[in-house]
Nanobody, 124 residues
Framework: QVQLVESGGGLVQAGGSLRLSCAAS????????IGWFRQAPGKDREFIAA????????YYADSGQGRFTISRDTAKTTVYLQMNSLKPEDTAVYYC?????????????????WGQGTQVTVSS
């Protein structure tokens, strides 16, 4: 059973940075993709970025390109999302999720396991 636990959210001023962590456990992740999503109030859950556990290749949505960076630490079985130049519109609950296989997907419906989410609030 895959377990994912997010941390690192909080309140930050516009222009600031945060690094979110997603601690993964429950199995080996050699053939998994870990993705980051976010959901703002009243909006659908939105894909930000994903990383292949084996090899570390990355895929970004247009909204995540440039300001957000996904990375992983295989020794700690943790995936990170570094967020820079934050804007008030980045305010949302951020989730990590896992997907078996190596094919990229932006659809939340194709990710099987989810963390509980961490709140990010960006003040203007």
């Amino acid at each position: 059973q895959v377990q994912l636990v997010e941390s690192g959210g909080g309140l930050v001023q516009a222009g600031g940075s945060l690094r979110l962590s997603c601690a993964a456990s429950g199995r080996t992740f050699s053939n998994f993709i870990i993705g980051w999503f976010r959901q703002a109030p009243g909006k659908d859950r939105e894909f930000i970025a994903a990383i292949r556990w084996s090899g570390g290749s990355r895929y970004y949505a247009d909204s995540g390109q440039g300001r957000f960076t996904i990375s992983r630490d295989t020794a700690k079985t943790t995936v990170y999302l570094q967020m820079n130049s934050l804007k008030p519109e980045d305010t949302a609950v951020y989730y990590c999720a896992s997907r078996y296989g190596s094919i990229w997907s932006l659809s939340k419906n194709e990710y099987d396991n989810w963390g509980q989410g961490t709140q990010v609030t960006v003040s203007s």
